[in-house]
């Protein structure tokens, strides 16, 4: 198949979460398997263009506010596999940051637009184009408008909570016909939105574990697209997501100080010790070791393990903390860590070798999100033989094994409080001090296979579908 796949981040190049992993290993994945996948994403300021290829052929995209001169640069990066960048200097290469700009609407809108434009100026005719989250969304529309197209749409939901609702104001910008505007088509409470076009007018739509495809059909986790995503169900596919596992392999890992695998677990002591000296704590008598990173964000429940960690400090253990994002839940650690000199070390930044380091060093890593769609960190525990202490929420529910099964590979609890996570945490300890069962958890777990191919082959089958209108 011709996969034309369009996302608004794609590791290395650009990425704020799991995101752009996820548009890099999946479109990696398909190639493999024969498909041929055009990947499209924005040339960001961030993006040096010296790596990548020479500016093909302009085109000028038209809408209300203006046209607008589309540039691209391509690279081959796999047989079946080009990534193509969409440059705009306004829009995107002189911009600080991804999103967040008082002009999203046109920003995205027009990246959307270039992403289709350019694959029929170049004759890739697509049978499919997998848009992902909010940012390409006005293409589900187009594709059923101005954009008249043969291909079959589909739209992954990375994440609900983020929908690209803008004022009715962008809607003539845009170039949107009125008559979509309604609660059936793309409005969303007086707002023109982008993930709801996207989740009205794909053909199938997807999300990134079968539990969150269930939750976001739920009051609670719908966020105000529940009604629609029930109407829609039988369209709608949870397909976990995949982890890139050369990337994320402990054995030839190369921001480790040591390696190790399943078979000599030895090395990963040598990672803990390297791990509690790079972040400046101390060396002496050996408590566990809780990891954690990511966004620092209310949906991560950064504020729970704000308030649990102390006791676990206060009894011997560890704990190393890698994110960045809200000001005051940064504020919070650094205030935390001035209190725990030696026990807890804080790094605030994005820095994916430290990322690396703290997968492998810590003994347990902490993610009680409020809610997570998927989340790959504890597929990355998994892997590096850390005990992931998850809620049970979204993907971790679907990815990590309780204690209390004879499959274990973690410790999952239910509530979202400070209280369940403390208890978890007592769990956690309860486990420490019994080594031949943490060997066989940890064991356990770095058997788990994530790897793409699995989930690779479920979005085949959501692209060859038929097409119902
Ligand atoms: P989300 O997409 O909601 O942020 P995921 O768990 O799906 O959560 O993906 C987060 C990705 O970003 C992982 O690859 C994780 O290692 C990475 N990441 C998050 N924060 C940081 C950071 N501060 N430094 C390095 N990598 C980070
Ligand atoms: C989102 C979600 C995360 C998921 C990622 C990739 O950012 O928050 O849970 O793993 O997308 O699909």
């Not at 040096?48 to 995209?61: N, V």
């Not at 609900?160 to 009715?168: D, E, H, L, W």
């Not at 069962?437 to 479920?458: E, T």
């Amino acid at each position: 198949m011709k996969v034309l796949f369009v996302a608004s981040e794609v590791a290395p190049y650009s990425k704020t979460g799991g995101l752009g992993d996820i548009a890099a290993a999946l479109p990696a994945a398909l190639a493999a398997r024969g498909h041929q996948v055009q990947v499209v994403t924005p040339r960001y300021g961030s993006i040096s263009t010296a790596s990548l290829g020479p500016l093909q052929t302009p085109l000028t995209l038209q809408f209300p506010f203006g046209s607008v001169i589309a540039r691209f640069r391509n690279l081959q990066l796999a047989e079946g596999l080009q990534l193509s960048f969409v440059e705009e200097e306004t829009y995107f290469g002189s911009r600080p940051g991804l999103y967040g700009h008082g002009d999203d609407a046109r920003r995205f809108g027009f990246f959307a637009m270039a992403a289709l434009s350019q694959a029929r100026f170049t004759g890739f005719d697509p049978d499919v184009v997998h848009l992902n989250d909010w940012q390409p969304g006005l293409a589900a529309l187009a594709m059923r408008t101005s954009f008249e197209s043969r291909a079959r749409c589909i739209t992954t939901i990375h994440n609900i909570a983020f929908q690209g609702n803008f004022p009715s104001s962008v809607v003539p910008e845009l170039g949107v016909p009125w008559a979509v505007f309604n609660p059936q088509g793309s409005e969303f409470h007086g707002h023109f939105s982008f993930l709801k076009t996207a989740l009205v007018y794909s053909h199938a739509l997807t999300t990134v574990s079968p539990n969150y495809a269930l939750e976001i059909q739920t009051r609670e986790g719908g966020s105000g697209l529940d009604g629609l995503l029930r109407h829609r169900r039988s369209d709608l596919t949870g397909i976990l997501n995949g982890i890139d596992d050369q990337e994320w392999d402990p054995n030839r890992d190369p921001h480790l100080p040591a390696p190790y695998s399943r078979d000599d677990i030895s090395g990963k002591e040598h990672c803990t010790r390297a791990l509690l000296e790079e972040f400046g704590l101390d060396p002496g008598p050996r408590g566990p070791v809780f990891g954690s990173v990511g966004r620092m964000s209310d949906q991560k429940g950064v504020e729970l393990w704000q308030q649990v960690v102390q006791q676990q400090l206060a009894r011997g253990g560890y704990a190393v903390v890698l994110g960045s994002g809200e000001k005051a839940l940064q504020d919070q650690w650094l205030e935390l860590a001035g209190r725990f000199p030696g026990r807890l070390g804080v790094k605030i930044g994005f820095d994916e070798g430290v990322a690396h380091r703290v997968e492998a060093g810590s003994d347990f890593f902490v993610m009680p999100s409020k809610f997570e769609p998927c989340g790959l960190n504890q597929m990355y525990s998994l892997r590096y033989g850390t005990v992931p202490i998850v809620r049970a929420v979204g993907g971790l529910k679907d990815t990590v094994v309780d204690l209390a099964e004879p499959e274990a590979t973690g410790i999952v609890f239910k509530a979202y409080s400070a209280r369940a996570l403390a208890e978890a945490c007592d769990r956690a300890w309860a486990l420490w001090i019994d080594a031949p069962r943490l060997f066989a958890v940890r064991r356990r777990g770095m058997a788990q296979d994530f790897s793409w191919n699995h989930s690779a082959a479920q979005y085949e089958a959501v692209y060859a579908a038929p097409k119902k209108v």
